[in-house]
């Protein structure tokens, strides 16, 4: 891969990962509740599902996605259903949180953090749209003159650090922001806005034309 086209590459990503999307919220709200080892689990399980979409858009994945419009609607129903169900127990566990009014142990609290790698995989997943944005976004870098897996192995390895990076960003600013407003009721309102934002998302996945 030439050095020049995968600074392009390099340069892309990088805006198109600057727009926050479910993932980086994802992260974002990790960082503030748990702190940055769960951001990074987060991160990480977002990872493994683009190690595994890229590998799909090498094989034609996208193309075959492109071809089937009913599988795309159900992956599409799918994965819009599980941001709305995110959105949906999140509100839900706040709102008993505040009502009840009892803080909890460490070892309680510990059992009732998420999975945060594991949803941060669903979460990277649940957009089908993906498949075919990688689909038609990455075969634009790929060079004639060099190995394609070569080159896609490059692709995926710098898009890793091009989210790792932008994400433990956003979460560092948060987390400072959080702190900042931490015992003030600021911190209730952006835990709302965050799951309510998921819902949104969720549902504008649902809807969308394609």
Known sequence: MKIELWFLFFCA?????????????FVVQNAVKYGYRKALLSILGNLTCQAIIVLLVACGAGAMLEKSPMAFFILKVIGGVYLIYL?????????RKEGGGKKLGHKE???R????????????????????FLSAFLPQFISPDYAVAQQFMIMFFSICLIVTLVHLSYSYLAKNISNAFQTTTLGKAFSKIYHTVFIALGGGLIFSNR
């Open 13 to 25: 990503y990088l805006f198109i990962t600057l727009a926050p999307g479910p993932n980086v919220i």
């Open 87 to 95: 959105g949906v127990t999140g509100l839900l566990k706040q709102r």
């Open 109 to 111: 609290r510990e059992t």
């Open 113 to 132: 953090e998420p999975s945060c790698f594991k949803t941060g995989f669903f979460v990277s997943a649940s957009n089908p749209k993906t498949v075919i």
